[in-house]
């Protein structure tokens, strides 16, 4: 587990709902790599980053949905030339995101 985000989990108020985000598995060219995470705190705050820009908020938007359900889900962010262009991004590539609630 990333220790920025270990800490603050460990520092955050047990009665306090967290998502985690993890990068699980990429393809091609992509900000950051496997094993990269992102805690979102139901107010929308975030700490650690799994790549910014729209995939990001592609997460942090799902990411929202789970503090009404408690189901994780996997969400696959496509990155690919035609679309990153079309976005003003570079990378290139795709990622697998889990997200969880902690």
Do not use: H, Y
């Not at 139901?42 to 503090?67: H, Q, S």
Request: charged letters at 25%; a negative charge.
């Amino acid at each position: 587990m990333d220790l920025q985000v270990l800490s603050v989990i460990c520092n955050t108020d047990v009665k306090t709902k967290l998502v985690l985000a993890t990068v699980i598995r990429t393809w091609g060219s992509t900000p950051r790599k496997a094993g990269a995470q992102m805690l979102i705190f139901p107010d929308g705050r975030t700490e650690g980053t799994i790549g910014g820009g729209c995939g990001e908020a592609e997460v942090k938007r799902k990411a929202m949905d789970l503090f009404d359900s408690s189901e994780p889900v996997r969400l696959t962010l496509d990155l690919t030339a035609e679309l990153a262009g079309e976005e003003g991004m570079v990378c290139g590539g795709r990622m697998e995101v889990f997200i969880e609630p902690v």
